[in-house]
């Protein structure tokens, strides 16, 4: 009986994830061996937009919220030019922005929206449920089973975590890249255009007030009065449409 009691449920399911765990081990090692392209390695960087602000230096703040990210920055217009041109590879992810410049200084506001979220959860492998089986008294052997389990585990998560974009190319690129292809197809935003014309103003006109959205003039309301936006920004039907190309 007990040499009986050794081929369990419990055994059979620990010595079956044990096997699982070699097998995507070893599909795991011939993926980092054959490493394919890296630009999706670029994307999920540019995804985790708080990794990609700390590692570019970028001075900007980032707040995480339910469906949206936005990246704030304050200062001088110069500083406040610097850190959006800083943020110009991830820009394509943000769908609306707000500027406000007055006496020298700079607001500005960038978020994404549900379209990133979407994407950012299509190229993010959740990791495989297991659940691991009730303990039988009859068990034998059980615990070498465990600790083989366990040390598989650590092994194959540190390499799902350095392989993690390219896991997603392997198995989600059909569904991902129209994603991404649409979001780099949208009209780049104008708001760096703003703070460059705003900067090869005069001395003496620089500094007037300007608070402009995406969507929404709010001073001036008459896109034609201030250089600032003269030809970027045009009102038809009371919706404001952009172009980073003077008319």
Do not use: N
Not at 21 to 30: K, M, N, T, Y
């Amino acid at each position: 009986m007990l040499l009986a009691g050794c081929e369990t449920s419990e055994v059979r399911a620990w010595a079956a994830r044990r096997a699982e765990l070699e097998q995507r081990g070893d599909a795991l090692i011939d993926l980092e061996q054959r490493r394919p392209t890296g630009h999706l390695s670029a994307l999920r960087e540019a995804l985790d937009l708080p990794g990609y602000v700390r590692a570019q230096g970028v001075p900007a703040r980032v707040f995480v919220e339910p469906g949206a990210t936005r990246l704030i920055a304050s200062g001088t217009v110069q500083q406040c030019r610097d850190t959006v041109a800083a943020l110009s590879q991830v820009r394509w992810l943000t769908q609306d922005w707000r500027l406000r410049l007055e006496s020298g200084r700079c607001e500005w506001e960038a978020r994404t929206g549900a379209d990133a979220v979407a994407l950012e959860s299509a190229s993010t492998l959740p990791p495989p449920k297991w659940s691991p089986p009730p303990s039988e008294v009859l068990s034998r052997g059980v615990d070498a089973l465990k600790e083989a389990a366990r040390a598989l585990e650590e092994d194959v998560q540190a390499r799902e975590t350095r392989l993690g974009p390219l896991l997603v190319l392997e198995g989600r690129a059909e569904r991902v890249q129209p994603m991404v292809e649409s979001l780099r197809g949208r009209p780049a935003p104008c708001d760096l255009a703003v703070l460059d014309r705003e900067l090869a103003l005069d001395a003496a006109d620089q500094g007037k007030l300007l608070e402009v959205e995406q969507s929404k003039l709010v001073h001036p309301l008459e896109p034609r009065t201030d250089f600032r936006l003269r030809g970027l920004v045009e009102v038809h039907d009371g919706a404001l449409a952009w172009r980073c190309e003077a008319l």
